[in-house]
C-alpha cells in the first residue's frame, strides 16, 4: 500500500517524480506494483475513427470486428468513481478509436481529474484539424501523435487517406498552443510501407520527442500483421526506440516483474466489457462494468494470467513472462 501512495505521489507531483519514481521501480522489483490493482485505466469512451491505417489490427473493416460504439457518460463516470483516490499512473480515454471524434473530451478529462485525480495521456492521428481544440486540457500531460510517414505519399498509403498536411498543421498548432506541463510526442509504427523513410521522418520531426514502434502481432490479428509486415525492429529488446529532441537515443524497455507492457492497465471497451488489454476483442472479457465489482476482475485477470488465445502468440510479452506469471499471477500460465 504505502507503495502505491508512494507511486500515486510520483505521477501527481511531476518535481519530485523522477527520484521517486525511480525508488518506487527498485521497490517493485520485490514485489510487483500491478498485483494490488491497476496502475492505468484504457477507457474505449468510443471507438470509431477516420483513418484506415494497413498495419492497425482494430480499424473499421478489419478481422477483429470491434463493435462499433460510444460509451455513455455515466458509465464513464462508473469506472473513474470506482478507482477514485485509488493511485494511478495515468487514464487514457481512448484506446481503439480516434480521440479527435470524441467530442466530450474535455468533460471526461475534467473527470478525471476530479475522480481519480490522476492525469491523462491520449494517442491520436492528429487528423482532424477541425477539432484540434480538443488537445487542450490542463490534465492531458502527454499527447502522442501517431504520423507512421515522412511524405504525404507514403501516408496515404500507410494510413490509407490523403490527410497528412493536415496532420502537420494539428502538430504544429499543438506545440504552440499547448500549455506547458502538456508534453508532446511523435510516433512511428514501422511497417513494409513506411520503414524506408524512417531516417527522413526522424530528420522531419527532429525538433520532437519521437518513438519509433515494431508491430504489435498475434494469432488473432494475422490479416494487419501480413498486410503490414517489415522486417526492421522485431528484436524484443529494441521493438522501441525513443529519440529526444536532442537526438539522443535509447530503447523503451520493461519494467521490472511485468509479464508484458500492458499488464498494469485495465482496459474496457465501449460497450462496458473489462477486456484483457486494450488489444483485445471485446469478446474476450471478466464481466460488464455495469453489473461486476472491477477488484474482483482485475484479480481473476491476474489469477487467468495469460491463459487465452490472444495472450499466448502475443510478440509484446516479456521473454520472462512464463516465470513472472508462475510467481505472482497464480492461475494457468501457458
Ligand atoms: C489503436 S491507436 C488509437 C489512437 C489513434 N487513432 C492513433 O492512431 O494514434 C493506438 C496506437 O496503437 C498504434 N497501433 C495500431 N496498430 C498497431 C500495431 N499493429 N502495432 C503497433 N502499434 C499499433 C497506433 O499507431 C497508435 O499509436
Ligand atoms: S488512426 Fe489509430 S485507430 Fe485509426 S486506423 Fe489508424 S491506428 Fe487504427
Ligand atoms: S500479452 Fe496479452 S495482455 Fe499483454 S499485450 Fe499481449 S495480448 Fe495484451
Redesign the pocket.
Known amino acids: 500500500m504505502v507503495i502505491n501512495q508512494l507511486y500515486g505521489f510520483a505521477a501527481r507531483r511531476e518535481a519530485s517524480a523522477k527520484l521517486v519514481n525511480q525508488v518506487a521501480r527498485e521497490i517493485s522489483k520485490l514485489r510487483p506494483l500491478w498485483i494490488n490493482h491497476p496502475l492505468n485505466l484504457q477507457i474505449d469512451t468510443q471507438n470509431y475513427?477516420n483513418?484506415k491505417?494497413a498495419?492497425?489490427?482494430?480499424?473499421e473493416g478489419s478481422a477483429m470486428n470491434l463493435p462499433r460504439g460510444t460509451m455513455p457518460m455515466e458509465t464513464i463516470q462508473r469506472i473513474l468513481e470506482y478507482w477514485r483516490g485509488t493511485p494511478m499512473w495515468c487514464v487514457a480515454p481512448?484506446?481503439?478509436?480516434?480521440?479527435l471524434l470524441e467530442t466530450r473530451l474535455p468533460e471526461i478529462n475534467d473527470m478525471i481529474q476530479k475522480t481519480v485525480g490522476c492525469m491523462s495521456v491520449?494517442?491520436?492521428?492528429?487528423s482532424i484539424y477541425a477539432n484540434r481544440e480538443l488537445l487542450i486540457h490542463p490534465n492531458m500531460r502527454l499527447v502522442?501523435?501517431?504520423v507512421?510517414a515522412a511524405t504525404r505519399e507514403t501516408y496515404n498509403k500507410t494510413m490509407g487517406v490523403d490527410l497528412f498536411p493536415d496532420v502537420l498543421s494539428t502538430v504544429e498548432w499543438f506545440k504552440n498552443n499547448r500549455y506547458r506541463q502538456q508534453k508532446m510526442m511523435i510516433?512511428f509504427?514501422s511497417?513494409k510501407h513506411n520503414e524506408h523513410e524512417i531516417d527522413d521522418w526522424v530528420k522531419l520531426f527532429s525538433d520532437y520527442n519521437l518513438r519509433i514502434?515494431?508491430?504489435?502481432?498475434n494469432p488473432l490479428?494475422q490479416e494487419?500483421?501480413e498486410n503490414?509486415l517489415g522486417e526492421k525492429l522485431t528484436n524484443p529488446a529494441e521493438r522501441v526506440i525513443l529519440i529526444d529532441a536532442e537526438g539522443k537515443t535509447s530503447f523503451e524497455k520493461l519494467k521490472p516483474n511485468y509479464p508484458c507492457s500492458c499488464w498494469d492497465i485495465q482496459s474496457f471497451g465501449c460497450d462496458g466489457s473489462i477486456t484483457q488489454c486494450?488489444k483485445f476483442p471485446y469478446s474476450f472479457n471478466y464481466g460488464n462494468v455495469v453489473d461486476t465489482d472491477l477488484r474482483k476482475a482485475w484479480d481473476e485477470r491476474n489469477r487467468n494470467a495469460m491463459n487465452n488465445p490472444c495472450c499466448r502468440g502475443c510478440n509484446t510479452r516479456s521473454p520472462d513472462s512464463v516465470s513472472i506469471l508462475k510467481k505472482w499471477g497464480g492461475g494457468h500460465v501457458q
Open positions: 475513427c483513418l491505417c498495419y492497425c489490427n482494430v480499424r481512448f484506446s481503439n478509436g480516434e480521440p491520449i494517442d491520436t492521428n492528429g502522442r501523435f501517431t507512421s510516433q509504427v511497417n514502434s515494431g508491430l504489435h502481432r490479428f494487419a500483421s503490414a486494450v
